[in-house]
């Protein structure tokens, strides 16, 4: 079966910027979403098809994707960025989600 | 605003069925645009997918428990439900429901409820 591997923890200093890398086979061939939970809360879509904002996510979101991996970048990382973040992706009918990292914002 | 709540036992004994619905409010589930799918998370773990269903009725269930579980819908209630069978203690976890949309390898799940957790225990 398909698999999304993530690193378990980032860590960033305030103000700097943060990158999380989801990687999975031919990973770019397929469209990947990113989901932000903060502790205690429902995940929250930030990122969808590939690079796209919802509504209200803030621009220092933004994403990619290439190859075997997708990317989040969090510019200017602030307190309230402080979270799990997970990617998604489809395989064949099914959904795989990452495993999480869990961004610290020292 | 789409707004979706899920309601159900918190409790459920080993070996029984779990049944879960999620109510939608500001939406009608019966919209082709979206699919409707349950996702749930065990403590101090990652996502897991659960299932989906259309409009239409059709399904589509993760591979590692497809034997067990079922989605239905209730358009005159504006609900969808999750009935997964013989419940052990793996099954333990806070369960999601979520909107999903968009075509193909862009779906994505863009609105959540709060979740509800289930334990399983004697």
């Known amino acids: 079966s398909y698999e999304l591997t993530q690193p378990p923890s980032v860590s960033v200093s305030p103000g700097q910027t943060a990158t999380i890398a989801c990687s999975g086979d031919?990973?770019?061939?397929?469209?990947a979403s990113w989901y932000q939970q903060k502790s205690g809360q429902s995940p929250v879509l930030v990122i969808y098809?590939?690079?796209k904002r919802p509504a209200g996510i803030p621009e220092r979101y933004s994403a990619s994707n290439s190859g075997n991996t997708a990317t989040l970048t969090i510019s200017g990382t602030q307190a309230m960025d402080e979270a799990d973040y997970y990617c998604?992706?489809?395989?064949?009918?099914?959904?795989?989600f990452g495993g999480g990292t869990k961004l610290t914002v020292l | 605003q789409v707004h979706l709540q899920e309601s159900g036992p918190g409790l459920v004994k080993p070996s029984q069925t779990l049944s879960l619905a999620c109510t939608v409010s500001?939406?009608?589930?019966?919209?082709?645009?979206?699919?409707w799918s349950w996702i749930r998370q065990p403590a101090g773990k990652g996502l897991e997918w659960i299932g989906r269903?259309?409009?239409?009725?059709?399904?589509s269930y993760n591979p590692s428990l497809d034997s067990r579980v079922t989605l239905s819908l209730d358009t005159s209630k504006n609900q969808f439900s999750l009935n997964l069978i013989s419940m052990t203690a793996a099954d333990t976890a806070v369960y999601y429901c979520?909107?999903?949309?968009?075509?193909?390898?862009?779906?994505?799940?863009?609105?959540w409820g709060q979740g509800t957790l289930v334990t399983v225990s004697s």
């Open positions: 979520a909107r999903g949309v968009g075509a193909g390898q862009k779906r994505h799940f863009d609105y």
């Open positions: 500001g939406g009608s589930i019966s919209t082709g645009s979206y699919y």
């Open positions: 269903v259309y409009p239409t009725g059709s399904t």
């Open positions: 031919k990973l770019g061939d397929r469209y």
């Open positions: 098809e590939d690079s």
């Open positions: 998604q992706a489809w395989d064949s009918s099914a959904v795989m």
